[in-house]
Structure formats: structure tokens, C-alpha cells
């Protein structure tokens, strides 16, 4: 069940880029030149973020209902992988405190939850040490396991949800987007 809604969500996805023209194996600029080679490549690095718990389900994200998590565990969201907007998307959905990876140094923070930024690139955490929350390029350069690190992130969020600042916050940053779909795009292709 969980695998065919991960199908279908993906389906949806590529139909949507389609019908826009878009390779759905489009990485963005940014992608490239934080050194990614291509979308698998990516995509593995998501999978290896969410850890080895099963995911529990796809949430919808849609012009007509915004799902939320009907118990604890990993989900997927079926929305926008921009910056802001997914970060809105995820609190809309319940998130008290948002985990947000960056390679090249997003500067997300977020008007309504604290976003505690993670980067994986020790140049980035170097360049933007003042707006980044957690270095874990630490398990690059072989200083720190990822067990080390994934501990460090636990605790870091258990701080933040009982009242510690982010950098984003201390600095000010209170990004906020709400992205949708298009209803009558959506419309022709089905997904309504």
C-alpha cells in the first residue's frame, strides 16, 4: 500500500513535469554545482537522510486537502521540494521543529517554527557558520561518525523545541511561502 502511494506520487510528478516540458531528471543549478552528478545521486542522499524506519505513508498536499501524519514515524509529502514553501508545508502538517539539510547554504528560517539548518559540506558550515546550526561535514572529513552526528541533530532539535534559538531565528529570518498547485492544470491531467 505505502509503495503504491509512492508510485503514484511520483507518477503524478513526472506527468506534471511533462505536460510543463520539464525532464523530470532536472536538477537544479544549485544541485550542480554543490557537486551532485545526477538526480539518482540525489535522490540517494534523501534516502540515506531519512535513516531505516519504514515509511509510513504519502501525505497529500493538495489544492483540496493537506494531510497529516496519523502516527509517528517517517512520512513522505507529497509537495514542492522549494526551500520555503516545503518548509511551510511541513509545519502546516504538524512539524513543531523543522530538520532542513542545505548544501550550499540555504538561509531559510521560518515565520511560524524553528528551522534548525544542517549542512553536509564543511565549506558551506565555514563560509555561513553564523547561519548554519549543525556541521555534519564532520562524517566527510572523518572527525565524527554518523551515528555522532545523527545524536548531535537529536539533541540539537530536544534544545530547540524547549525554547533554544536557531541561527535563523537569532538573525531574524521568518520566511513565509504557501505554494499550490494550479487547480485547473491539475484538472487536465487527472489528479481532481
Same mark, same amino acid.
Given at each position: 500500500?505505502?509503495?503504491?502511494?509512492?508510485?503514484?506520487?511520483?507518477?503524478?510528478?513526472?506527468?506534471?513535469?511533462?505536460?510543463?516540458?520539464?525532464?523530470?531528471?532536472?536538477?537544479?543549478?544549485?544541485?550542480?554545482?554543490?557537486?551532485?552528478?545526477?538526480?539518482?545521486?540525489?535522490?540517494?542522499?534523501?534516502?540515506?537522510?531519512?535513516?531505516?524506519?519504514?515509511i509510513q505513508g504519502v501525505l497529500e498536499n493538495s489544492w483540496r486537502r493537506l494531510a497529516k501524519?496519523? =502516527?509517528?514515524?517517517?512520512?513522505?509529502?507529497? +509537495?514542492?521540494?522549494?526551500? $520555503?514553501?516545503?518548509?511551510? *508545508?511541513?509545519? %502546516?502538517?504538524?512539524?513543531?521543529?523543522?530538520?532542513?539539510?542545505?548544501?550550499?547554504?540555504?538561509?531559510?528560517g521560518h515565520a511560524v517554527a524553528p528551522v534548525l539548518k544542517v549542512t553536509g559540506n564543511p565549506?558551506?558550515?565555514?563560509?555561513?557558520?553564523?547561519?548554519?546550526?549543525?556541521?555534519?561535514?564532520?562524517i566527510l572529513d572523518g572527525s565524527e561518525s554518523l551515528r555522532s552526528v545523527g545524536e548531535r541533530?537529536?539533541?540539537?532539535?530536544?534544545?530547540?523545541?524547549?525554547? =533554544?534559538?536557531?541561527?535563523?531565528?537569532?538573525? +531574524?529570518?521568518?520566511?513565509? $511561502?504557501?505554494?499550490?498547485? *494550479?487547480?485547473? %492544470?491539475?484538472?487536465?491531467?487527472?489528479?481532481?
Open positions: 500500500e505505502v509503495a503504491d502511494a509512492i508510485r503514484a506520487m511520483i507518477d503524478r510528478q513526472e506527468r506534471r513535469m511533462k505536460a510543463m516540458g520539464v525532464d523530470s531528471r532536472f536538477m537544479s543549478k544549485g544541485n550542480i554545482d554543490g557537486g551532485l552528478t545526477t538526480i539518482e545521486e540525489k535522490s540517494l542522499g534523501a534516502i540515506r537522510k531519512g535513516g531505516t524506519r519504514p501524519p496519523t =502516527r509517528g514515524g517517517l512520512w513522505l509529502q507529497d +509537495g514542492t521540494g522549494w526551500d $520555503v514553501p516545503s518548509v511551510t *508545508d511541513m509545519v %502546516a502538517a504538524g512539524a513543531q521543529v523543522v530538520v532542513f539539510t542545505t548544501g550550499r547554504g540555504s538561509t531559510t565549506e558551506t558550515y565555514e563560509r555561513m557558520r553564523d547561519n548554519m546550526d549543525i556541521n555534519a561535514g564532520t541533530i537529536f539533541h540539537a532539535v530536544v534544545e530547540v523545541a524547549s525554547g =533554544r534559538k536557531t541561527k535563523a531565528e537569532a538573525l +531574524g529570518y521568518q520566511d513565509f $511561502v504557501v505554494f499550490k498547485r *494550479d487547480r485547473a %492544470a491539475e484538472h487536465l491531467l487527472g489528479f481532481c
